[in-house]
């Protein structure tokens, strides 16, 4: 793309980034506030060239199951906080979880991302019965866990069990922000020990931030990508803050896709292997947003895999989309809407290459 001398700054920015994989705090805050037309197309070309370079043009389906919206948080912005008295709460058993993975493995589906508030009904005992018997009769799959803070000993217990990955976004890496978000009892500095233990045990992690969160701001951003930089996560999950009308952030305005289309570039470019979903949130501010993702080189998509009737009621925020009443009826959708960009859906195990890049 031919670029106006005037315009060459935060241009160079980009070949700079795409080079070095790596930019100042003050150049970092230029790419993020850089109004210049034509910049995201610039920079997300550069994005995609990076990830068909590892990846080819896979996008990874992950089966999701949401499977307890109970949860003993009170996160400000989260749908399903304990506080929450309208929430219509359900757990599903350890029979259900596995009916869901059968019929994601008769769908293709390799692997199973076990997702849910941070519910003490499921004791470590029962998370790694749960993992075991998954890896039971599914040997060929990739289970990954999302469910919160536990101590080291649960993790390593989890692992053993059998668990591959660990998803738990940072939030935000700054710890001021972080205690605007949440209530005085949950610590920042434990959920980053939490990501190092999950990284020292062996786990393959995934972190990451919400976009436009309340009281974000620009340097909130720049710590973000100076963080997962440092900490070299094998998967980073963004997605734009989108209120909840049973929060205290009800009022607040949601991130936007810009924004989150802009920094799935900036992160392809800075951790060019990693593992990128173009998330659920990003889908539901924009019909189109997953596929503005997948154009800024998001390289993975998890369908919703949990029982219809569960699935309205894992409410983290408002019109939260859900495709059909079958799982395979997300898939068919999401396959489609894959195909729409240029990129071809895969269900296999697609594990995080690392392709000596670091
Ligand atoms: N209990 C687990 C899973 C949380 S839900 C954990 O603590 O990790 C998964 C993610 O949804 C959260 O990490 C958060 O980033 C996101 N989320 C929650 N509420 C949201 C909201 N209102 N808007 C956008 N994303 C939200």
Redesign the pocket.
């Known amino acids: 793309m031919e670029v106006p001398f005037e315009r060459a700054y935060p241009f160079e920015l980009a070949d700079k980034l795409e080079a070095e994989r790596n930019l100042t705090d003050k150049e970092f805050e230029s790419v993020i506030l850089c109004d210049y037309p034509g910049f995201d197309e610039y920079l997300a070309e550069k994005a995609r060239a990076v990830r068909e370079k590892y990846y080819g043009k896979k996008v990874y389906l992950r089966g999701l199951i949401e499977f307890t919206n109970i ?1 003993k ?1 009170n ?1 400000y ?4 906080r304990r506080d929450n008295p309208n929430a219509e709460r359900y757990r599903l058993n350890e029979e259900q979880i596995l009916t869901c993975c059968a019929a994601g493995y008769e769908l293709g589906f390799r692997t199973f991302v076990l ?4 519910d003490p009904y499921y004791t470590d005992d029962l998370v790694a019965s749960i993992v075991s018997s998954i890896k039971e009769r599914h040997p060929d799959c990739a289970v990954t866990l ?4 536990r101590e080291k000993e649960s993790y390593q217990k989890f692992f053993d069990a059998g668990a591959d990955r660990y ?3 940072h ?1 935000t890496a700054d710890k001021e922000h972080y205690e605007m978000l949440h209530p005085a009892e949950l610590s920042f500095d434990h959920r980053m020990q939490c990501l190092r233990y999950l990284k020292e045990i062996g786990y393959q992690v995934g972190c ?3 976009v436009g ?1 309340p009281y974000q701001t620009v340097e909130h951003l720049v710590k973000d990508l100076r963080f997962l930089r440092e900490f070299e996560p094998e998967m980073v ?1 963004i ?6 009308h049973d ?1 205290q ?1 009800a009022d607040r305005k ?2 936007t896709v810009g924004m989150t289309v802009r920094l799935l570039s900036i992160i392809r470019l800075l951790l060019p292997d990693v593992l990128l979903p173009a998330t659920t ?1 990003l889908g539901t501010i924009d019909p189109i947003g997953r596929e503005k993702g997948l154009l800024a080189s998001a390289n993975v998509i998890m369908p919703n895999l949990s029982p219809a009737d569960v699935r309205k009621k894992y409410l ?3 019109n939260k989309i859900t495709a059909g009443d079958e799982a395979a009826e997300a898939v068919r959708d999401m396959t489609k809407r894959i195909a729409s960009v240029g990129y071809e859906a895969v269900v296999d195990r697609g594990d995080h290459v690392s392709l000596g890049t670091k």
Request: aromatic share 10%; net charge negative; charged share 15%.
């Open positions: 949860c948080n996160c912005y989260c749908g399903i997702q849910g508030g941070e999302s469910i919160g803070e998803l738990l976004r939030e990451g931030m919400m969160s999950g997605g734009p803050f989108i209120p909840h929060t952030f949601a991130g949130a983290l925020y408002d």
